[in-house]
């Protein structure tokens, strides 16, 4: 896959040096031709050469900021040497800040080293061709200028425009080992809030019955507050790579990511002031007892499991699937099938967000809105007995939302469920 990224890079940087060339030359000497300028005083032209700087400098600023958007979300760029600095800091830098500074840096520095065979061509020509003068060289520059900004803008936009319709993929950019380091390396806003608020949901759960966890990813943050009450937990995501991630946090195994902190702060939402470490190791214990099965699931099945659960919790799941609110829908649909009639439903989901960042790459997520949470459980949940609120975190700058909806809901019984 990296070796793609790569290939359509140099294929992409090739393309537009090339294309960049044409349009550029192409204009400056029509411009020389067309004498639009001729006659103009020398201070006028050097006026005319730095206007023409300027309106460069503001097409390239449009398009460094879309290659910086592309790198974040594809991994390639339309310049090689711009994806190699962003590749070489992105696995040490915490956010994507400092990459894409780095990539806009080089991407800026390859396009003036590009601006000098234009020199060495004007004055060349102005010098060895007795009907060139140096002012035509001067307007052929500004000439090349103009169009080249006008190329950068239009490359921009294309960006853009492929951006729109792309995000970063599951199957093939998601590295559980980076969420787990951008994401749970201590307990953030949204978690203080979230974790708070299972420990609460999770008092409405029936007791001693098995508890599943669907679209868990490489996480355990969640899982502690049901160790106690559930018979068995299930946790279940659609990547082997996160269930990978479960199993050496089970077993113990060198590296595997450090949970205690999030331990502790669950077992203060349970109401223990300070927790001991004796405490918190109980936890971790207890629950990785609890812990019988890692499952592969798919959210877009229409029955991912053949079971029905008393308890569903599934935090960031289906929001952060997909990018398209309908196939969102469709999703809960199917997550929310394997509660049981009368269960409980515990969800949580990005607040109106249009993606997050893992690792330097963005996910999508569906935009949801509390409304739209309350639309998709209203025929099969109770909405009487049950929450959904929204919690600002202003984790905007860092990982692309800046608040949460946090919900719990009963499932309808069979007999009240409604007709119709
Ligand atoms: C943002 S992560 C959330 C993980 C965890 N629930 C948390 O709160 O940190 C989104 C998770 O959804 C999972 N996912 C993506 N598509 C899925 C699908 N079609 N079915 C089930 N899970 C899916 C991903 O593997 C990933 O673990």
Redesign the pocket.
Known sequence: MEIRRWGLSLVATAMSAYALDVVAAAAGAGLVAAGLLDGLRQQWVVAVLVASYAIWAWGLRANLRANGALLVATGTSTNVLSKAAYDLLVRRAKGDRAPRVAAAVTYAGTEVVKELPYYGVAFGAAVSVEAITSADALVFLAGANVAAAAYEYGLARVTRVFLSRRYAS?EDD?VPARYLTD?YSAVEPDEVATIAFIVDALRHAERDRPVLFF???P?LH?VFAAAELASELHLG???PA?LAELQRWIDGAPGAHDWRPFVRHTLRCEGIVDPTDAEVSAREELTKKKITQLVR????QAHPLDESYATVVS???AD??TDDIATWRRLMRNITGLVRPGGLFVTAALHRSRGYTVGGRRFPSANVGADDLRAALRTDFDPARGSIEVCPTGQDAAHGYASVILCWARKRSVQDHPIG
């Open positions: 599951f998601w994401y679209g868990v990813g996480t969640h995501d659609y990547l996160n699931v798919d959210a877009r935090p960031y799941c952060s699937a």
